[in-house]
């Protein structure tokens, strides 16, 4: 699902990533930890096209995204990935079900079959009721619930999710956890999570452990 091989990224004089190898298979949930400053996040915006490495491959989808030109790159965003951030970045002139709408709109798709998987997303958060909400009427945890429905709109194959709980009280954060489950077993999706959250890096199938720009050894959780 993805294959990254020797990424490597500078800012400046500044190297953040010191070729990265990494392969996440389709369906796994994935958890990235370590300090602050080891590359986090720099590796995920890579694997989401958002920043492109200085060197090395990214295949995600059996695409070779580093070869893509920006306009085909924006079009797969569009419809292979979607993003979870940890301020849910939801349009506050819109409401629950319009902000779900809008990836569908961008990659064409017509009212009708957009409105009816936002429905479909909002019937599975438990936000039906909720729907013509804007975020401004809508609690914390129901805006992130809002958002991860936006980021499955166009039912991607891989959502990556960056610290997805850090803005939530313990309540919402185990029920926005315990959805990236659920989600994976109702639509297959492969999840990447950047997280300092401990709790979630030991519920998710891999732990990815990085520091000074490298990954050290993987922890793979068991059912025991």
């Given at each position: 699902m993805i294959e990254i091989e020797n990424i490597t990224k500078s800012f400046g004089s500044l190297q953040v990533l010191k070729g990265i190898d990494l392969h996440i298979d389709k369906g796994e949930v994935v958890s990235?930890?370590?300090?602050?400053?080891?590359g986090k996040t720099t590796l995920l915006q890579i694997i989401g096209t958002l920043d492109a490495p200085d060197s090395g491959t990214v295949r995600v989808d059996n695409i070779d995204v580093t070869t893509l030109s920006q306009n085909k790159l924006s079009d797969f965003r569009n419809r292979h990935l979607?993003?979870?951030?940890?301020?849910?970045?939801?349009?506050?002139?819109f409401t629950a079900i319009e902000n779900i709408m809008i990836p569908a709109y961008i990659a064409g798709r017509?009212?009708?079959?957009a409105k009816a998987r936002a429905e479909e997303l909002l019937q599975f958060m438990g936000l039906t009721d909720?729907?013509?909400h804007k975020p401004a009427e809508l609690s914390g945890g129901e805006k992130q619930r809002v958002a991860v429905a936006r980021a499955l709109v166009?039912?991607?194959?891989?959502?990556?999710?960056?610290?997805?709980?850090g803005s939530l009280d313990t309540k919402n954060k185990q029920e926005l956890h315990q959805l990236f489950f659920d989600l994976r077993d109702k639509f297959g999706q492969t999840f990447?999570?950047?997280?300092?959250?401990?709790?979630?890096?030991?519920?998710?199938?891999?732990t990815i452990h990085m520091r000074d720009g490298l990954l050290e050894n993987p922890i793979i959780h068991s059912e025991d």
């Open positions: 990235i930890v370590g300090p602050s400053g080891a979607g993003f979870v951030f940890q301020f849910h970045q939801l349009l506050p002139e017509s009212n009708k079959e909720r729907a013509r166009n039912n991607p194959a891989v959502i990556l999710a960056d610290e997805p709980s990447v999570i950047v997280t300092h959250d401990e709790e979630l890096a030991t519920l998710t199938d891999r």
